[in-house]
């Protein structure tokens, strides 16, 4: 198995309040991705890195922020959780742009309240 | 942009074989690949087509048709374990970033 965790695994917080979920991966791949998971909706993206330091919205990016200051960690954060936020979160990496794989980390179930 | 459309739910027999099918739209395409997730896991890539015609890994396979912008996924001599949600993906216009469907759930019944 790809080396990709998630911290933490879970967590609830009331609305309004900062969130930063962590992905941490050994695998040393370039790209890393945050995705949501919410019933009927698949995994949908939400920022992307291709990089140290560059970083990129997705589909459902509104609301969320990222930051990659080292090649294995994509930190994602809630400035201000919101209960439509409530959701499955799951880091994957991929090697380059070309992959077709990808490997997810276990996911994080964050519940805003 | 992107879109996919799979069926929502799929349920069968164990021992038996089910297609699970995948219709996308997308002005580029780079490929259409296939991920298993149980209930409460990550998903978990299985199959990769970048051209037509069938590819085959063990009791799975997944086809593609192009010309169609149609793949399935294929299950044969199905388990119990073989319940789970399956995704279909291909990548965007700019070839850099997956856009998944919404998924299948498969139930395997005894």
């Known amino acids: 198995d790809a080396g990709i965790t998630q911290s933490p695994r879970h967590k609830v917080t009331e609305t309004g309040t900062p969130v930063t979920l962590r992905c941490h991966q050994t695998?040393?791949?370039?790209?890393m991705y945050w995705y949501r998971q919410d019933p009927g909706h698949g995994l949908r993206l939400i920022h992307y890195?291709?990089?140290?330091?560059?970083?990129d919205k997705g589909e459902v990016s509104d609301g969320y922020s990222v930051s990659r200051s080292k090649t294995e960690d994509f930190l994602l954060t809630l400035e201000s959780a919101t209960s439509s936020q409530t959701s499955v979160y799951f880091c994957?990496?991929?090697?380059?742009?070309?992959?077709?794989?990808?490997?997810f980390g276990p996911g994080t179930r964050l519940t805003v309240t | 942009g992107q879109s996919l459309e799979q069926p929502s739910e799929v349920t069968a027999v164990e021992g038996a074989i089910v297609q699970i099918n995948c219709t996308y739209q997308?002005?580029?395409?780079?490929?259409l690949s296939w991920y298993q997730q149980h209930d409460g896991g990550a998903p978990t890539f299985l199959s990769y087509?970048?051209?037509?015609g069938l590819e085959e890994t063990g009791r799975f396979s997944s086809f593609l048709s192009r010309s169609d912008s149609y793949g399935y996924l294929l299950l044969q001599e199905l388990q119990m374990k073989d319940s789970a949600s399956y995704f279909c993906?291909?990548?965007?216009?700019?070839?850099?970033?997956?856009?998944f469907g919404p998924g299948t759930r498969l139930s395997v019944l005894p």
């Open positions: 994957a990496i991929s090697e380059d742009k070309q992959a077709y794989e990808q490997y």
């Open positions: 695998e040393n791949h370039r790209y």
């Open positions: 890195s291709y990089g140290v330091k560059d970083t």
């Open positions: 997308t002005s580029g395409f780079y490929g």
């Open positions: 087509n970048a051209l037509d």
């Open positions: 993906a291909v990548r965007d216009n700019y070839g850099q970033n997956f856009v």
